[in-house]
């Protein structure tokens, strides 16, 4: 079975862009969730989406934003970049039924 | 009250040894709490987790003990080898919601 899949690996782009990340569930997976990893601020969460709807957002400006689509796969966009918006983006996906969250490999995203 | 705290930030064991790393949090709402291993580059991966209805879980060489009433639960590696050495994030969550994380452990063990 295919794990979590993120595309692109590595991503750069410079202060003002946008900059979108896409990830691919499990199969049979409904869930998906973005995390933020910086440098020595550990994982942060940023969104959730179930079945097409977003159920909870982290403590992050709205230039953060997702959306899923029917096939459960998700796109993170961010708008505006800025220098602090460096960091690895981890997608993960989960069945609710057994509550696991499973990482895909994450995009890293350089802000110049 | 919705932190995770993890320590310590870094441990280093000889190979054989045991390994243990220590999360303590504050929200008892929290219902599930799974540790995550993390190599360099990559994703974190899911190790082992517990609920709150147990007080221990051992899959392999890999063990978390659970204490409800001091809102505390660690992972202890048996036999620590090489190829463990990796950075350890414990976690926890109420229902499916968002994973609150630890600040994480670097692991290292020396042959």
């Known amino acids: 079975e295919a794990g979590v899949t993120q595309s692109p690996t590595h991503l750069i782009k410079t202060r003002g862009q946008q900059a979108t990340l896409r990830c691919s569930p499990i199969?049979?997976?409904?869930?998906v969730y973005w995390y933020q990893q910086a440098l020595g601020l550990g994982l942060q969460f940023l969104l959730w989406?179930?079945?097409?709807?977003?159920?909870n957002r982290g403590n992050f400006p709205p230039r953060f934003s997702g959306r899923q689509f029917p096939n459960y796969s998700s796109e993170l966009n961010v708008n505006a970049l800025e220098l602090e918006d460096s960091a690895l983006y981890l997608c993960?996906?989960?069945?609710?039924?057994?509550?696991?969250?499973?990482f895909g490999p994450g995009t890293r995203l350089t802000v110049l | 009250q919705q932190q995770v705290k993890q320590s310590p930030q870094s441990l280093i064991v000889q190979k054989g040894g045991i390994s243990i790393i220590n999360c303590a949090y504050e929200?008892?709402?929290?219902?599930?709490f799974p540790w995550y291993q993390q190599f360099p580059g990559k994703g974190p991966a899911l190790l082992i987790a517990?609920?709150?209805?147990?007080s221990e879980k051992k899959e392999g060489r890999f063990t978390i003990s659970f204490n409800k009433s001091a809102k505390q639960f660690s992972l202890h590696i048996m036999d620590s080898q090489p190829g463990d050495s990796a950075t350890y994030f414990c976690?926890?969550?109420?229902?499916?919601?968002?994973?609150?994380f630890g600040t994480g452990t670097r692991l290292q063990v020396f042959p």
């Open positions: 993960a996906s989960m069945w609710v039924a057994y509550n696991e969250q499973f």
């Open positions: 199969s049979g997976h409904t869930s």
């Open positions: 989406y179930d079945e097409g709807e977003e159920r």
């Open positions: 929200n008892t709402a929290f219902d599930y």
């Open positions: 517990i609920r709150p209805d147990v």
């Open positions: 976690a926890a969550s109420t229902g499916t919601d968002k994973l609150i």
